[in-house]
DNA sequence: CGACCATTTGATATGGATCAAGCGATGTGG
DNA sequence: CCACATCGCTTGATCCATATCAAATGGTCG
């Protein structure tokens, strides 16, 4: 397997990175595919690092990776959670705001930001397109603050409809987090999250079959918590 | 004075709005000066509304703008202060996310975003520097986020030290918001932000010359708290 | 001067953190 | 195949930072 290191020194083929693509108007899904070079990473394996140059993106195709930033004292903030589809680590600035780890083992597409930026400078649409995933990004941290000033119920209600939208087979919601990554995602502790949820459970709303499994009973009770 | 009404619906002349830049490589800041059509907000009124379609953009040339949202149960987050320079409603989606009002009186430059979003069709640099806002952008609230997961002693330090990079005159801030925007920026409440400031006006980490007047006295003590 | 609003200060309550066990699933070595 | 260690999660008891409720103070403007 190629490692990170690799990667960043660029100690590999980039596939079809330097071959502008043939025709104009091409959509950015689809640069992607065809500039990404494919990488895996087990589990709890970084991606990249608070700080690295931003040279690459990241788009997942299989599991799951986390953002976050550790302040001095050891908390932990989560960004957010980046499912197959999502893409992470694009930045305007030259350097990672945050870290970046695979929760499962996963396979990413891996881009290179200039390769991106140079395609943008030729087709408009790609250009419009790379400012429209940074302005998604926005408004998901913007969301993602709204949270922070909620109450715990509010917060772990919020949380299980978000990825009920985002993973779910009907109501039920495979979690591919530990309570330990929801907690440092929604600023509570461990404890808190694990309360939480039994509360949820004993009020009807949600069913806990297995840890990583929960199973929505009663979608508008968790809304109306989510004042 | 024109109203923020007669903006919306384009019933005013937008100044050179449709006509094109003579020359290409245009900086986006030229060519929001020329395109901006300049308007004055008394204080606390709205500039635009959450939901709103996001027509326009808005540089502030005096004064003090906040942003925020309103939860259903009247708790306010404030999303970002906009000072003299700064640029705000900027959106890659069809609505504005927050809504936005002025703190002081205030005057703007009132772009409107298609205007800008064509300049950036024939301007690869206008587009880049699109892109590289809104990044910006997203870097502020990614570090409002980190804020709000810490203590009222590390927010209320960092917010007096952000404030001193961006409106202080050595190590006096004139502080343009009141106590009560303050909380709603930082999550804490209007009493919580007024012991703060007393307890580090004892510590000697500051002085509070008048409410709105803060003097910086001890910079890394401030720092220190910042964890 | 007096009314009003912003801010500070005080007293008390409380939601979530912290500290500390207990429990259940998973995996490992004997 | 089972005893046991380990890890992630839950549950319990207590504490504390901040919210809430309430009152006093101060600054501003008519």
Redesign the interface.
């Known amino acids: 397997m190629l490692t990170q290191t690799a990667i960043r020194s660029g100690s590999f083929k980039q596939p079809a990175a330097h071959l502008p693509p043939p025709v104009e108007n091409f959509e950015l899904a689809g640069a992607v595919e065809l500039m990404g070079a494919p990488m895996s990473f087990a589990r709890n394996a970084e991606i990249f690092g608070e700080g690295e140059p931003a040279d690459y993106l990241y788009k997942v195709v299989s599991g799951t990776v986390r953002t976050y ?1 550790v ?3 050891g ?1 932990r ?1 989560i ?1 957010g959670f980046y499912l197959p589809g999502d893409i992470c680590g694009l ?3 030259d350097e990672h ?2 870290s970046a780890e695979a929760i499962t083992e996963c396979k990413v597409l891996v881009i290179k930001r200039s390769a991106l ?1 140079a395609l ?2 030729r087709d ?1 649409d790609v ?2 397109q ?3 995933l ?6 998901r ?2 969301d ?3 949270l ?3 109450s715990a119920q509010e917060r772990v209600a919020a949380f299980l409809l978000e990825m009920a939208e985002r993973v779910s087979a009907g109501n039920a919601i495979e979690l591919p987090m530990s309570r330990q990554d929801i907690a440092d995602y929604l ?1 509570l502790t461990i404890e808190t999250v694990s309360r939480t949820l039994t509360l949820l459970e004993n009020a009807s709303a949600i069913e806990l079959s297995s840890s990583r499994r929960i199973v929505l009973r009663n979608r508008s009770a968790l809304s109306r918590l989510n ?1």
């Open positions: 930033k302040l001095a004292d908390r903030q960004g930045e305007t600035g705001a945050f930026v943008a400078g408009h250009a419009r790379l400012w429209t940074t302005g998604s990004e926005l408004r941290v913007q993602h603050i709204l922070l000033i909620k600023g004042a």
